[in-house]
């Protein structure tokens, strides 16, 4: 421990050592140009992020960059005052305002997607980073414009589009636990018309990994494959197509099961996940269509390692996304309205096995989810542009299908429709010319129908020599919620000063919540309802701006604090929804001069509540706060070097994400790029 911690103070000093020669020669050729910031996922069009009246944040390429981590969750929750589910081997979800985070399954309360389109994933650590520009986080329902599952928030991951020189890098990087990591990168303009971006990786953590109290957590190595594709052509001066996929590869990914199995049920899973659009856009007069086709699939196999007895592959599931986008943006007298429509077909399908091999009914029946929906979006700038208004409505069709399973009676077919209409409104205000305070605010509804589990699974585990059934409840209703948020916002550019504070509250009908009937069976039910009211803050300011040193050197918070996030399930009880915590917090300092860059980060999670799902019962629990910091420097040399040193978990502080699941204690990688 004392050896790593020498480690990283002696590089933190060596480049404050070359800090101060290097500063002045590259102060003027490494000044930070800013540049109007534009975000897509507000209106599923291109706006200022300024003008936009709902909350969203922007994780950056620098912020990208310098975290310590590849995968999305990981990445999500360095950056952003989110809640997440985290397990070690590849398996994790997130949540948005105090929804609980979900870590499977095709229905969650916080929506992903891929360039505005469904990111095609159920479990969001098999998407990585490699390939992604930025990504935008907007807090708060957005079911009139993107229909289900948009009840937090939406995170939109906008990936590389080079239409520069081509370059060209490639990486190599090793590190704790035995793992190493190569890349190669590639992309940009091929000709006047055409455009590419294309990048392969491959990492290996080849031995376990030790938690925060030295101990080393069997059962935890994996090895991942990544790569992505995309070829443009802007083949008029008004018309561009794009064609794009890639494909996640997990092999040999051990997963510990909990702690209280003493190493003695681990599993080992492969993983794959390869989608891919094709996305048409164009400009005619004032209005500018876009037509996107996409697919999705994820197959994931789970093979049982238990000690002392026969390894055999448990079970595989398949999900396949196929959908189309269709929408135009038409600007008039300075306002915007875009219309589309969205379908999209989902379908599932699961497989059980017993140990001889042979097949058994799975845990939930095969099942399809089809959607239609229609959207209207206007975005107006009145009085000199002082006021935002903004509002939109969607209608959606949905219709859940439970299908005939091989070996599984133990529910009945069925097929089931509703339809749910999402309004929204939304107004920001600027308080004079210059647009340095600002006022914003936004209403509006969101649905989330029911899974296919909650709706028809049936699974035992055996707890203490005592069976326990989680079954499902054919009669749920989708769930819907209102929110309002209001809030203050103060950017000075000059100064590299953003702040905002805003107060949100959502009410949930119908919320789904697993309930148990007795000491022995758990279901779901529709509870009465759900709360969830709370405070969330941003804040950052560049000293570097300030004093113009020509380089970055930001300071920088955001956190939400929860002042209530429950729900009434059916026999009047109050109860706190799990997984989510009252007080979250991301601070640190990020630093760029051109030759030298880094970030430091502080992440605090208060507690959390869940059930002991080991102990017969299921009791509820209260699972630790925990503080971690991570670091992560580097160097650029010459145009074309570029070295960098990652610290995980500094402190080397014993935390989970989940009870019973650790996560690793301190990790230190080193890496190196050649560019051309």
């Not at 017993?354 to 399809?368: L, Q, T, V, W």
């Not at 219709?399 to 599984?408: A, D, F, M, S």
Request: glycine fraction near 8%.
């Amino acid at each position: 421990m004392k050896l790593k911690l020498m480690v990283v103070f002696m590089v933190v000093c060596l480049a404050a050592a070359f800090q101060p020669a290097m500063a002045e020669e590259k102060k003027e050729k490494d000044k930070i140009t800013k540049i109007e910031e534009m975000v897509v996922t507000a209106n599923r069009s291109e706006i200022k992020k300024e003008e936009v009246p709902a909350v969203i944040e922007v994780i950056d390429k620098l912020d990208l960059d310098t975290t310590v981590d590849r995968n999305l969750v990981r990445v999500l929750k360095k950056n952003s005052s989110i809640d997440v589910i985290d397990y070690p081997g590849v398996l994790s979800g997130i949540s948005i305002r105090g929804f609980r985070p979900e870590f499977s399954g095709i229905t969650k309360h916080s929506l992903v997607l891929i360039d505005g389109r469904p990111a095609g994933a159920t479990n969001l650590a098999t998407i990585l980073k490699d390939n992604v520009e930025r990504i935008e986080i907007l807090k708060g329902p957005a079911s009139a414009v993107y229909g289900a599952e948009a009840m937090g928030g939406v995170v939109n991951i906008i990936t590389r589009k080079s239409k520069g020189k081509i370059k060209t890098s490639l990486t190599v990087g090793g590190g704790s636990f035995d793992t190493h990591y190569e890349s190669i990168s590639s992309g940009g303009r091929i000709t006047d018309r055409f455009d590419f971006d294309a990048s392969v990786s491959n990492k290996n953590q080849n031995d376990n990994f030790k938690m925060g109290n030295g101990d080393e957590r069997a059962n935890t190595s994996y090895k991942e494959r990544y790569g992505n594709l995309r070829l443009g052509s802007s083949f008029t001066d008004n018309w561009r197509i794009d064609v794009k996929g890639d494909w996640y590869g997990g092999r040999d990914i051990m997963t510990p099961g909990a702690m209280y199995n003493e190493d003695k049920k681990p599993s080992e899973k492969d993983i794959d996940r390869y989608g891919g659009d094709i996305s048409l856009k164009g400009k005619i007069g004032s209005h500018k269509p876009l037509i996107t086709l996409y697919a999705s699939h994820e197959d994931t196999e789970y093979t049982k390692r238990y000690k002392g007895k026969t390894h055999y592959k448990s079970s595989e599931s398949e999900t396949e996304w196929l959908g189309a986008q269709i929408q135009d943006c038409y600007h008039f007298l300075n306002h915007d309205l875009t219309i589309g429509a969205d379908y999209q077909d989902i379908d599932v399908e699961s497989k059980s096995y017993k140990g001889d091999g042979s097949r058994k009914a799975p845990y939930r029946p095969d099942s399809e989810r089809e959607n239609i929906g229609v959207f209207g979006d206007v975005f107006l700038r009145l009085f000199n542009e002082r006021l935002i208004f903004n509002t939109g409505v969607r209608y959606d069709w949905f219709e859940l299908t439970t299908k005939t399973t091989p070996y599984k009676t133990n529910f009945n077919p069925d097929s089931e429709t509703f339809s749910r209409t999402s309004p929204r409104a939304g107004l920001k205000y600027f308080f004079t010319d210059d647009r340095i305070f600002q006022f914003h605010s936004t209403i509006g509804t969101a649905f989330v129908p029911p899974d296919v589990y909650e709706m028809a699974g049936y699974s035992e585990r055996v707890v203490s020599g005592v069976t326990m059934i989680t079954k499902g409840n054919s009669s749920l209703d989708p769930e819907n919620s209102l929110t309002w948020d209001t809030g203050l916002s103060c950017k000075i550019s000059k100064w590299g000063l953003f702040a905002d504070v805003t107060y949100f509250h959502t009410d949930v009908d119908d919320q789904i919540s697993k309930v148990k009937i007795s000491d022995t069976v758990t279901t779901y039910e529709n509870s009465d309802e759900a709360e969830m009211h709370g405070l969330e803050f941003e804040l950052s300011v560049d000293a570097g701006q300030i004093m113009n040193w020509g380089r970055t050197l930001e300071l920088f918070a955001n956190g939400t604090r929860l002042f209530s996030a429950v729900e009434k399930v059916s026999d009047g009880d109050e109860r706190d929804i799990h997984n989510v915590s009252h007080w979250k917090l991301n601070t640190g300092v990020r630093y760029d001069d051109g030759m030298f860059f880094g970030k430091f980060l502080v992440r605090y999670m208060g507690e959390r509540k869940d059930y002991d799902w080991y102990t017969v019962g299921y009791p509820v629990i209260t699972y630790d706060d925990f503080t971690v910091c991570d670091l992560d420097v580097g160097m650029r040399v010459m145009d074309h070097h570029q070295v960098k040193l990652s610290v995980e978990n500094i402190f080397d502080k014993n935390y989970y994400e989940k009870p019973e699941y650790p996560l690793p204690g301190m990790a230190i990688y080193a890496e190196y790029t050649f560019s051309f």
